[in-house]
Structures are given as C-alpha cells and as structure tokens.
C-alpha cells in the first residue's frame, strides 16, 4: 500500500497516478477484509476504488495534455522535487524501528459487534447527518456546474 | 493458516506514518491541482487504515466500520466538490497550476 502510495505521488502522468490510487484502494480493501471489516470493505472498494477513480479519470481526460516540450520541462523540475521523498520514508523507517514500543492492547467486554446494530441502533444520527453531507455535496456540484446565463 | 494482526501493530502504525508522509510530501510539493486531490485522497486512506486497525486492536471493529463508512462518504463529497473546482479553474485559466488562483478576484 505503501508503495502504490509512492507511486502515486511519484509517477509524471496524472493517469497513472489515478491508477496507482486506486490499486492502493484495493489494496486496503484487501487489509480491511484479512481484518474482518467486510462491511468497510465493501464501501471502500465501491466508492474509493471505483467511484473516485472514475471521476478523477474524467476530469484528467476533460483537460488537455502538455506540449512535449513543456511536459519534459516540467517532468525535470518534478523529479527535482519529489527525488527527496524515498530518502525521508527511509529516514523515518529506521527512526520507527528504532524508537519501536510495544503497545498493550486491552479488549473491552461487552461491546456491539454487529455492523448493522451499532449502525441503526447506535449511529442513528451519524446517518442524517451523512445524508445531509451528500445532499450537501449534490448542491455543492448543481451550483458548480450551472450555466452562465 | 490464521494471522494474528496483533502482533503486528507496530508494522501498521508504520506503514500509517509513512503513507502520512506522502500524502503531506504531495500536498506540500506540488503545483498541479489535480495532485493536490490525490495527496488528500493518500491522506484519507492513511486515517482509515489507522481506524480499522485501531478498531481491530481495541475489539471494536464494528464501531471502526461505521467511522470509515462516515469518513468515504465525506470523501466522496470532498473529491466531488473539489473535482468541479478544479474544472472550473481548468475552464478560467486553462491551467491546474496552483499558482494561477494568485490572479483570482473575488
């Protein structure tokens, strides 16, 4: 994951990066599962791996590409940039291990374990306020997208 | 053959921190709006592989998948928003470079 990460953010073409972003959705989706978060897996992979990768590929294929010239140009001035970034991961790698703790975990009794319980019983207002967000975000493309009168 | 996950918090933490860093790198780095978006999206799957683990670890799981369903749907709201944002801008200046919205007017 980290990886498709780094490749995300690394690789020149806005293409590929839209690629690499939803390989690296699948592959939470895959964690989420060896996990048991189905549910979240689902979702995940849906909308985050198929959803917004597809409206990321939309926009990207809405705008028009570099001259060659200008696109090499620019490719030099972002490797100039982003050549850093491998060496700080590595960096913070080895500082990770070396200030490595273990961390007790303490499982607490009597928890909700069903999704759909915590989710309808629970979380009832959570919901709303995610409808609300979507109808939000609805509105929020609606007016983006008028036209010019 | 069954994996105990726990045993391997540290190495998820880890991989959480350095998928941070990334995402932060992009977002800091760049000038080209598009990019912007998927150093935020980097972001975002960073903090939910923390909450699921985290919901793993404490035995909450189910509490875990309610947060991530709440997190991808403010996403999706987030990346729609901001992906005709960018097309607006793409239309006015013919350009995603960041440094155009200097010339923006109110």
Same mark, same amino acid.
């Given at each position: 994951?980290?990886?498709? &990460?780094?490749?995300?953010?690394?690789?020149? !073409?806005? #293409? /590929?990066?839209?690629? =690499?972003?939803?390989?690296?959705?699948?592959? #939470?989706?895959?964690?989420?599962?060896?996990?048991?978060?189905?549910? =979240?897996?689902?979702?995940?992979?849906?909308?985050? &791996?198929?959803?917004?990768?597809?409206?990321?590929?939309?926009?990207?294929?809405?705008?028009?590409?570099?001259?060659?010239?200008?696109?090499?140009? /620019?490719?030099?001035?972002?490797?100039?940039?982003?050549?850093? #970034?491998?060496?700080?991961?590595?960096?913070?790698?080895?500082?990770?291990?070396?200030?490595?703790?273990?961390?007790?975990?303490? #499982?607490? +009794?009597?928890?909700?374990?069903?999704? /759909?319980? +915590?989710?309808?019983?629970?979380?009832?207002?959570?919901?709303?306020?995610?409808?609300?967000?979507?109808?939000?975000?609805?509105?929020?493309?609606?007016? !983006?997208?008028?036209?010019?009168? | @053959?069954?994996?105990?996950?726990?045993?391997?918090?540290? %190495?998820?933490?880890?991989?959480?921190?350095?998928?941070? $860093?990334?995402?932060?790198?992009?977002?800091?780095?760049? *000038?080209?709006? @598009?990019?912007?978006?998927?150093?935020?999206?980097?972001?975002?799957?960073?903090?939910?592989? %923390?909450?699921?683990?985290?919901? *793993?670890?404490?035995?909450? @799981?189910?509490?875990?998948?309610?947060?991530?369903?709440?997190?991808?749907?403010?996403?999706?709201?987030?990346?729609? $928003?901001?992906?005709?944002?960018?097309?607006?801008?793409?239309?006015? *200046?013919?350009?995603?470079?960041?440094?155009?919205?200097?010339?923006?007017?109110?």
């Amino acid at each position: 994951m980290t990886l498709a &990460g780094l490749w995300a953010v690394m690789t020149s !073409l806005l #293409l /590929r990066a839209a690629i =690499a972003l939803a390989l690296t959705s699948a592959i #939470l989706t895959i964690i989420m599962f060896r996990l048991g978060a189905t549910l =979240a897996g689902v979702f995940e992979l849906s909308v985050c &791996g198929g959803l917004i990768s597809v409206v990321f590929i939309s926009v990207i294929s809405l705008t028009h590409r570099l001259p060659l010239q200008e696109y090499l140009k /620019r490719r030099e001035s972002r490797i100039n940039r982003f050549i850093y #970034l491998p060496f700080i991961l590595l960096a913070t790698v080895i500082i990770l291990f070396i200030i490595q703790k273990p961390i007790l975990v303490t #499982l607490p +009794m009597g928890t909700i374990t069903e999704v /759909r319980s +915590m989710m309808w019983d629970v979380r009832r207002i959570d919901l709303f306020g995610q409808i609300m967000v979507l109808l939000a975000g609805v509105y929020g493309v609606l007016i !983006l997208f008028k036209g010019r009168k | @053959m069954v994996i105990d996950f726990s045993q391997f918090f540290w %190495l998820f933490f880890a991989f959480v921190v350095l998928i941070l $860093i990334e995402g932060f790198y992009c977002i800091m780095v760049t *000038y080209n709006l @598009m990019r912007v978006l998927i150093g935020l999206e980097i972001l975002i799957k960073a903090v939910t592989l %923390l909450i699921i683990v985290a919901g *793993y670890l404490s035995g909450q @799981m189910a509490l875990a998948q309610t947060l991530v369903i709440t997190v991808i749907v403010i996403e999706v709201v987030v990346v729609m $928003i901001a992906a005709g944002i960018v097309l607006g801008f793409y239309r006015e *200046y013919d350009s995603l470079n960041v440094r155009n919205a200097r010339n923006m007017k109110g």
